[in-house]
């Protein structure tokens, strides 16, 4: 049972942990503002709506091209992902990784695909509200002189970003495998987000760069930053207030409390079973002990090392957790299998690094305990009378 717990904790773990995306540090929050061309329309709104329920907070509109371009455009611009950092998952017909793989692989941390159009525009300010630091100063030298900042380092290759423009009227879509009408390489500098989170728009362009590329820029969100992150009462206060702007959605990035909650059910059961097992196998390697006591005296008195009698006690124990422990491992991957492609249907992979260390530790250390607390029998010598 504590193996099928491990495995399906921790492939729950691993699924969140690969598709879970925070764009901005905990206790910061979003207001994303609808769809195309309804953004205009309710920036002031939601703007009014921050400054009546949080008079304290900073708030900062971003502008983005426009995701949603029409069939009909004939100059649609996407920055290009180089080919060696696109998740293979996205490649052609893609590739199917586990949720491990999914997870760990650094390519698969978005869903961006081949290219990205979620390229955000603006000044320095903007800059700082996305990555919530100060800018540095080639950021801003780059910015200036018509370049583009990348808050995620996927995109750049040799210091620069693949412009992509695409004639949407004549069919010609990024996904169709085609080339390009017109690509163009744009100086570029990486802008990492000190947090460790993600970014939502992975990079940035000046408004004069966006007015020469000519493509459509709207307001899309307005990231909202408070001393100390927003508490549960000031989240449902702007709640309260947005409710009366339309086509508007409100995300205050929390930690995982599902998470945290499942993983401190699989430790206690996991501290539960480890406490009967402990006590199963103590009760039986004193059993063993017991009825080899007199055995041990006898091969006291013949010589033997009083080393034999602790080493022999930690085999023993050795032994009887690692015959267990395997068949209730093996048992468990079994299980493990059947549920997860039962339920889930997807790559089944277990944590085998954490299995065949527990396969490994727990016998050596059960051995080791049982060495230190098993006493060598002292020899007993009779003196015969004549």
């Known amino acids: 049972m504590a193996t099928v717990l491990v495995i399906t904790v921790d492939r729950d773990a691993r699924a969140m942990e690969a598709r879970a995306q925070n764009y901005v540090p905990e206790g910061c929050a979003t207001v994303q503002l609808g769809p195309d061309q309804q953004g205009a329309s309710t920036v002031q709104p939601v703007l009014s709506a921050v400054e009546t329920a949080l008079p304290e907070a900073r708030s900062t509109v971003i502008e983005a091209w426009v995701q949603d371009p029409g069939p009909e455009a004939t100059a649609v611009p996407v920055f290009g992902i180089p080919e060696g950092r696109v998740c293979p998952a996205y490649v052609g017909q893609g590739r199917q990784l586990t949720e491990r793989q999914f997870a760990e692989d650094r390519r698969c941390g978005t869903d961006w695909g081949t290219w990205v159009r979620q390229v955000a525009v603006g000044g320095a300010d903007e800059l700082a509200a996305l990555v919530r630091a100060e800018p540095s100063d080639a950021a801003l030298t780059a910015l200036a002189s018509g370049g583009v900042v990348a808050l995620d380092e996927m995109l750049v290759e040799n210091g620069s970003i693949d412009l992509q423009i695409w004639d949407y009227e004549a069919e010609n879509y990024p996904d169709t495998g085609s080339d390009p009408d017109t690509s163009e390489y744009l100086p570029a500098v990486v802008e990492t987000p000190p947090g460790g989170f993600g970014v939502r728009y992975p990079a940035i362009i000046s408004p004069e760069t966006a007015a020469r590329i000519g493509y459509p820029v709207e307001p899309v969100d307005v990231l909202i930053d408070v001393d100390g992150g ?40 996991l501290a539960a079973v480890l406490l009967v097992a402990g006590l199963s196998t103590a009760l039986a390697l004193g059993l063993a002990r017991a009825d080899a006591r007199r055995d041990d005296f006898t091969l006291a008195a013949l010589g033997a090392s009083p080393r034999l009698a602790p080493s022999a006690a930690a085999w023993q124990a050795a032994i009887i957790v690692a015959v267990s422990l395997g068949v209730g491992v093996a048992s468990g991957i079994v299980l493990g299998w059947v549920e997860h492609h039962g339920n889930v249907g997807a790559t089944f992979s277990p944590p085998w690094l954490m299995l065949g260390a527990a396969l490994i530790a727990v016998p050596v250390m059960v051995g080791a305990l049982a060495w230190l607390f098993t006493r060598a029998p002292q020899a007993v010598h009779y003196r015969l009378a004549a």
């Not at 508490?231 to 709640?239: F, G, P, R």
């Not at 990035?253 to 998470?259: E, P, T, W, Y």
Request: charged share 20%.
């Open 230 to 269: 927003i508490t549960a009462v000031q989240e449902s206060t702007l709640n309260r207030a947005l409710v009366t702007v339309d086509g508007v959605w409100l995300w205050v990035v929390r930690s995982s409390q599902g998470d945290d909650y499942a993983r401190q059910i699989m430790y206690g059961v």
